[in-house]
C-alpha cells in the first residue's frame, strides 16, 4: 500500500507531525509503534507543556493529541516498523505483521527507551522488584523501601513520585552531585522521606523471590571505599534513555549515542523526504513541548518537499 506520508511514533512528535500533514491534506498514516502516546504515557502529571495552567494527566494530553490528529484525517495503526530501505524513494517499510508498505515521505518519531546499568540482577528480578518506570510500577511499593538509579531531573522526580508512595526512598547517585534542575534537586533534598547516596554504585542485587536489597559500592577507588548491602524491595532505573534509531541504520546517521543527526536545527536526516522528531534526534532536550515542535516542523518540511515531487 502505497501512502504519501508516513508518521513512525505516536508521541508528542508523532501526533503533531500527523496534525500538521493531516491539516496540509497529505493523509497521514502513523504507526503507533510499541508504546501508543509513547513515553509520556508512563508519567503522571505533566505541569510544563504551555496551555494547561493546572498541569494535565498525561494519558489524557496523549489522548487529546491523537484525537485531534484523527480529526484531520490520520489514519492510526497498531503497527511496529520492524525494518525499511531508504535507500530511494519510494521508501518502503516492513511492518510487524509482514505487510509492505511504501512512501514518499517518512516522519522518524521512535522516541527513546529507558536504560539499564547492565547488571545480570537487572534481568533476573525484571518485574520481580525491578523496573524502570517508577509511575507504572510505584503502586506495588506502597509503604515498602525502594531505590532509584540516577541523578538527573528523571531520577528526582520519580524519587519525589515514589516517596509519595513508600515508606522510604533511597536516590543512588554515583557522583557527589545530582545533576537535576535546581528545582528538582531542592525537591528531593527537602523531602524527609528521599535519602541522597552520593558517591554510590550499585554492584548487583539479592533476593530470593525477588529483590530484598541491593549490593552497594561506596566511593569506589576512593581511600574511604566501602561494600555495603542496603535493604529494599525495588529497585527503579531513571539513567537516562536509548534513542530508538537501529530499524533505520544504515540509512540514517546517528550520533555516538545513537541519536538521529539532523541538518542543523531542522528535521532532515539528509535523504530528501525523511525526517527525524521528538527524542530519535534529541540528545539535548528531551521534553514533550519540543518534541512536538520538531514534530511540526519535520511536517512542514514534508509538505514543501510533497509539493515540490
Ligand atoms: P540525564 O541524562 O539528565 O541523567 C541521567 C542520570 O543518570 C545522571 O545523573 C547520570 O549520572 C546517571 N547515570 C547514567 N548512567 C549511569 C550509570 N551507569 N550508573 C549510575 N548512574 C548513571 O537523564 P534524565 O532522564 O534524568 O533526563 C533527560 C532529560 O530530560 C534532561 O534534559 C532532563 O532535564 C529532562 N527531564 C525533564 C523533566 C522535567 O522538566 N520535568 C523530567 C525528566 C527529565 P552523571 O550525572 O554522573 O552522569
Redesign the pocket.
Known sequence: MHHKIIIIGSGPAGYTAAIYAGRANLSPVLLEGLQPGGQLTI?TE???YPGFAEGIDANELMDQMRQQAERFGTTIMSNICMRCDLSKAPYRLWLDDDTEMTCDALVIATGAT??Y??LDDEKKYMGQGVSACATCDGFFYRKKVVAV?????????EANYLSGLASKVYL????S?????QI?QDRVLNNPKIEVLFLT??LGLYGENGVEGAHLVYNKGGEDEREYDLPIDGFFL????KPNSETFLPWVKIDENGYIMTEGDSPRTGIPGVYAAGDVADP????AIIAAASGAKAAMEAEKYLANL
Open positions: 508519567t505533566v505541569e510544563n529507558a536504560k546499568l547492565g538509579v540516577g541523578g538527573g531531573d528523571t531520577a528526582c522526580e543512588i547517585v554515583r557522583k552531585q545530582l545533576r537535576a534542575s528538582m554504585n550499585t531513571a539513567i537516562g534513555h539535548h532536550y528531551r521534553q
